[in-house]
């Protein structure tokens, strides 16, 4: 049963991307800068997008908005199906009761905070609530990986190649929270809108990268 919910892991992964580029496909077009676009612009689009019931040139999304929210709860739960079994193996390994406690309440609480970023689209009604869960899920999966990056050094189990992977996939996080925080508002213009969708594609493919060598090393290490 453990190796089931370690491996289902790849399985998140694949349906997550999966259901996104078929929602790339369905989004009939428009960006908060140009209403006029036709389909999904990778470059000028935010994924949150996709997760819009109306499209941002006023079409009907409904098709768009049911895969992009699905993708969201399906890796949701995927990665805490998997993440539980980690916490075992790493709580097998490790004796501290307080990164324990650390790791579970960040990652748990970063989990339903991506969540809620579909339940609450970017939509005009729902804006101010999406924008504080994105930063809610984005600074408590910041903690969660330093806190994981520690972890990882503590113990002598893990391989240097997965404490490499954590501590640039923390370093990236962190760029990327710059870079939303302070960086241009992506309302700006396109040059600015540029930027801050470009950053979310960067860190939406790191987590996804990072996701997929963490069940290669959970079992790898299940394996001792």
Do not use: C
Request: hydrophobic share 55%; charged share 10%; no cysteine.
């Amino acid at each position: 049963m453990e190796k089931i919910f370690i491996k289902q892991g790849y399985l998140g992964i694949f349906f997550f991307v999966s259901f996104n580029l078929l929602a790339f496909n369905f989004y009939p077009g428009g960006t908060i800068i140009d209403s006029s676009t036709e389909g999904y612009l990778f470059f000028y689009n935010f994924l949150s997008n996709l997760g819009e019931w109306v499209a941002k040139n006023g079409e009907d999304n409904i098709i768009s908005a049911y895969l992009f929210n699905s993708s969201m709860l399906i890796l949701a739960i995927s990665y805490g199906l998997f993440y539980f079994m980690f916490l075992k193996i790493q709580f097998r390994i490790s004796d501290n009761n307080i990164i324990k406690t650390l790791l579970m309440v960040t990652i748990l609480l970063s989990l339903i905070s991506f969540v809620l970023i579909a339940v609450f689209p970017s939509e005009v009604p729902t804006f101010n609530l999406h924008i504080f869960f994105v930063k809610a899920a984005f600074r408590l999966l910041f903690v969660h990986s330093l806190i994981q990056v520690y972890n990882l050094f503590e113990s002598q189990v893990f391989g240097n190649k997965i404490r490499i992977i954590s501590t640039v996939f923390s370093f990236v996080l962190f760029l990327f929270i710059l870079v939303m925080e302070f960086g241009p508002s992506p309302f700006e213009n396109n040059r600015s809108l540029f930027i801050q969708v470009t950053s979310q594609k960067l860190i939406v493919i790191s987590i996804i990268i990072y996701f997929y060598f963490q069940v290669k090393e959970a079992l790898r290490v299940r394996n001792l």
